[in-house]
């Protein structure tokens, strides 16, 4: 069974920086695309960003919203078992719980989800 776990959540001020971290047990996520989402209260989850392996000879793809393209980079481990989300210059708006969930490639839904951690960023 596939268990993801998210850390790194936390207080920061607007204009700095965290790092999650999603931890995969049970298998690696070599054949899964892994998101992070977010929910802000009252609103629906967003999705903020994607990867998949393997893809292209240069890495895995890598897909972002609008809302965070240029601020937030997602990428894997080499062994395929945990999945980052660096959040730079963090605004206000990016505060809500987030979650990483794997599901397979193409299908459009995901089958496993993290239980969530709380960003929050002061102005």
């Known amino acids: 069974q596939v268990q993801l776990v998210e850390s790194g959540g936390g207080l920061v001020q607007a204009g700095g920086s965290l790092r999650l971290s999603c931890t995969v047990s049970?298998?690696?996520?070599?054949?899964?695309?892994v998101s992070w989402f977010r929910q802000a209260p009252g609103k629906a989850h967003d999705r903020v960003a994607s990867?998949?392996?393997?893809?292209?000879?240069?890495?895995?793809?890598?897909d972002y919203a609008d809302s965070v393209n240029g601020r937030f980079a997602i990428a894997g481990d080499n062994a395929k078992t945990t999945v980052y989300l660096q959040m730079n210059s963090l605004k206000p708006e990016d505060t809500a719980v987030y979650y990483c969930?794997?599901?397979?490639?193409?299908?459009?839904?995901?089958?496993?989800w993290g239980q969530g951690t709380q960003v929050t960023v002061s102005s």
């Open positions: 969930a794997a599901g397979i490639p193409n299908s459009g839904t995901y089958a496993y």
């Open positions: 049970g298998r690696t996520l070599s054949s899964y695309v």
């Open positions: 990867i998949t392996w393997p893809i292209t000879e240069s890495g895995a793809n890598t």
